[in-house]
């Protein structure tokens, strides 16, 4: 039986995974604990995925960290009065309800910069980079990652979304804009209206417009050898077209997830791991993408697809 060439790579960074898995099972010292669960609480308001851990944000304002302690990346025991949060490559944020921010994990001088921060109404993070949305529409960041991704024009911002080497920002009048990399056309978005969400994938954008039908810009390819040759196709994360009703969107690398109006979820793309396996969800009051796929039940609960990080 012949493997494609992105199954070889997930069975080889699930290999990783497991290795290390039990490296921290003999030597704790190196990661810390895996602590927490977020499937055990039932206050929760809000969810952030990160690359080997997850946040969670409970009704009181505190906050539950689960997975891999590398770097005291889930050092969150002391937070409060927590509004939103966001998990990242190695770093967790949470932003106070004064308009502050405080981070734990892998920092540096410029992640140190974020103590300075006033007036946020929002975050989120893009791999290593931290990004806060300011009341007064404008956006500001560490600049942390690979790729710089220049805010500085935009205006009128009501919501962010990041991801890899692109950012959208969602304008006040229901239009939006986008800066980055454009290579697969993810930033095309310049003639969007009437959207209510955007949220950005690895080279794709999905945005919800307020009639509850979804757009979607950009693509992510996949390649597998057959006969000897690599194949390459769209892995289909942006086939939107026909989703009626969505009241929430969010996507991931290599899928999308849309929430319904009567608490159902619909998914789209590739998933080696069952991350689209959402079919049977009901009662859902938010939706995460990022592998696993987590919906936030509208008790405070949560539903989770299953990782190998889980294992």
Request: proline share 1%.
């Amino acid at each position: 039986m012949k493997l494609s060439f992105r199954k070889k790579n997930i069975l080889f960074r699930v290999g990783i995974l497991m290795a290390l898995m039990l490296f921290v099972a003999s030597f704790g010292c190196v990661f810390g604990p895996y602590r927490g669960s977020l499937e055990k609480e039932k206050q929760l308001k809000a969810v952030s995925i990160g690359t080997f851990h997850y946040l969670g944000l409970k009704e009181n304002g505190t906050v539950i960290a689960e997975g891999f302690d590398e770097y005291g990346v889930l050092d969150v025991r002391d937070w409060k009065d927590i509004v939103a949060i966001a998990a990242g490559d190695n770093i967790s944020v949470g932003l106070r309800k004064d308009g502050t921010v405080v981070v734990c994990g892998n920092i540096n001088d410029e992640l140190e910069a974020v103590s300075g921060w006033a007036d946020i109404i929002d975050i989120i993070t893009c791999d290593y980079d931290i990004v806060g949305l300011k009341k007064d529409g404008t956006v500001v960041s560490t600049h942390n990652s690979g790729i710089y991704l220049d805010y500085s024009g935009w205006t009128d911002i009501i919501a962010v979304s990041a991801c890899h080497d692109h950012a959208v920002g969602l304008k006040r009048d229901g239009t939006v804009v986008a800066c980055g990399e454009n290579d697969h056309g993810q930033c095309d978005v310049e003639t969007w209206t009437d959207i209510v969400a955007v949220s950005a994938g690895r080279e794709h954008t999905i945005g919800l417009r307020k009639d509850g039908t979804v757009v979607a810009c950009g693509y992510v390819e996949h390649s597998h050898l057959e006969d000897d040759q690599f194949i390459t196709e769209d892995i289909g994360c942006c086939d939107v077209a026909g989703w009626t009703d969505i009241v929430a969107i969010s996507t991931a690398d290599s899928y999308t997830l849309g929430l319904k109006k009567d608490g159902t979820v619909v998914a789209c793309g590739y998933s080696d791991n069952g991350d689209c396996d959402v079919t049977d969800w009901t009662g859902i009051a938010a939706i995460y993408a990022g592998g696993p796929s987590i919906g936030l039940k509208s008790d405070g609960t949560i539903v989770k697809t299953k990782n190998p990080v889980d294992s």
